[in-house]
């Protein structure tokens, strides 16, 4: 028997079928099927506590403008691609995000840029 004719007969089986046969396989070897949900579910848990200990995306938001102002929006448009007006519109709108979900370096390199410019930049 193939793994696919056992697929066609399980797909064919009623609820009440099915029940019997994980019982039975159950039995037969030894394992439990709510076993490894429970196990699963606990270093889940508790690996989303690192996660967020360490942060790993960042975004990067524009505080100010500064004094040099046109470098700023010319900064912005290399970082983000936008075109003129919506960069103006962006810098002149402060704080505002400039890129969201950004990696550490990513978020750090686009800081530098902007404070080389004339901006302040904030990192979330």
Known sequence: MTKEQILEAIENMTVLELSELVKAIEDRFGVSAAAPVAVAAVPGAAAAAP?????????????????????????????TGLGLKEAKDLVDGAPKPIKEGVSKEEAEDIKAKIEEAGGTVELK
């Open 51 to 79: 996660a967020e200990a360490e942060k790993t995306e960042f975004d990067v938001i524009l505080t100010s403008a500064g004094d040099k102002k046109i470098q700023v929006i010319k900064v912005v448009r290399e970082i």
